[in-house]
Structures are given as structure tokens and as C-alpha cells.
């Protein structure tokens, strides 16, 4: 296995930043899963395609837009009608479903290689969020295991609640850089840690 060059690179630089007086508000981490694959069912076929993931990663996403749930280092979530996000610490998922996709139900893309995660978590996170998403980061709004789709400033981003405080984001790796960026600086208020 060939490790994975971050594209975040000179932005990355660890330790406490901004206003961290009594401690960080927040911590920013690159958590670099082994897949992140997209699943997008044909009309109609939006059960299927979540029965498959349960069975694919034990996951049983709950009907509703943006459903979704984590559990031992797999996570899963609606982003759009019929569409999925799934995301294993092992590589190879996308290999795995390929086979188990029936190609009247639906499709499978592996996006690994092609974006890059970013962990934000701690007592402010929802507030750090706000300043970039127009999204509701409130529980009950947006409850644990839930995803959302979204964008800043044209930086499409897949954002889902893996905590009370805390929140993986997906954005395409060609914008990790920038992205990493602003998101440091919202967090400057807060202070924030990078591990």
C-alpha cells in the first residue's frame, strides 16, 4: 500500500493556533479514510441501494434526506435524492460493491482519491461552521450521524455530524488547500489545535 501525499502540505502545521487562551475552541484533523465511494440509485431504487450498503457495511441508514450513521470507523449518509456517501477506514470499498451494484439499481464511484477529509470538532465547531455554511448546525437540526451537501464560496463540501461537537467534511481534493485555509481562519476567534 502506497501512503497518500496530503494535498494540504504547507498549510499543515500542528499545534495550538489563534485566541487559545483556556484552551481550543475547536480541533482540525485530516483523517484520511481508505475509501470514500459514492452510491447513486436510478428513480425507485433508493431501497436497494441502502439495503446493499447495510449489508456491505453493516450501516442501516434510516429513511429521510440526509440520514445517516457512523459506526466503527464506517460511516454513510444521503447527500441528495438517491445519492450516498460511504466512507470506510479499509481500502477497496468501492471494489467490494461493484459487484454487488446491480446496474438496473444503480452506480458506484469511488471518489477516495479525490477528496479529502477534514475532522472539525470540540465546543465551538458548530459556531466555526456557521460562519461558512448556510446550514442549521444545531442538534436538533442536524442530528448525529446526519449529512448534509453543501457549498462555500463555490467549494462544494459533504459535511456530516460524527458527534454532539464534531463533524467530517469531504471536499474535493483540488480545493483541500484553500479550504484548510479558511477554515483555520474562522477558527482563529476560537482558537484552534491541529493534530
Known amino acids: ?9 504547507p498549510v499543515w ?67 441528495a435524492p438517491g445519492r450516498f456517501l460511504v466512507i470506510d477506514q479499509e481500502e477497496g470499498l468501492a471494489e467490494r460493491l461493484k459487484p454487488v451494484v446491480p446496474v438496473a439499481v444503480g452506480t458506484v464511484t469511488d471518489l477516495s482519491h479525490g477528496r479529502t477529509a477534514i475532522r472539525i470538532s470540540g ?35 459533504q459535511v456530516q455530524r460524527t458527534g454532539p461537537d464534531g463533524f467530517d467534511l469531504y471536499v474535493f481534493r483540488s480545493f483541500a488547500r484553500s479550504f484548510w485555509t479558511t477554515l483555520c481562519h474562522a477558527s482563529e476567534d476560537v482558537g484552534y489545535d491541529i493534530r
Open 123 to 157: 465546543p465551538k465547531a458548530e459556531w466555526v461552521l456557521s460562519k461558512l455554511f448556510a446550514i442549521d448546525f444545531a442538534l436538533p437540526a442536524f442530528p448525529e450521524g446526519a449529512g448534509r451537501s453543501t457549498v462555500h464560496h463555490d467549494i462544494f463540501t
Open 13 to 79: 502545521k500542528p499545534g495550538a493556533h489563534g485566541k487559545v487562551l483556556g484552551g481550543p475552541g475547536v480541533v482540525l484533523e485530516e483523517t484520511r479514510p481508505g475509501s470514500i465511494v459514492q452510491l447513486a440509485a436510478f428513480p425507485g431504487e433508493e431501497k436497494a441501494v441502502m439495503a446493499i450498503i447495510a449489508d456491505a457495511t453493516g450501516l442501516r441508514l434510516p429513511d429521510g434526506a440526509g440520514a445517516g450513521m457512523a459506526s466503527g470507523g464506517k460511516a454513510a449518509f444521503g447527500f
Open 1 to 9: 500500500m502506497v501512503e497518500q501525499q496530503s494535498p494540504l502540505g
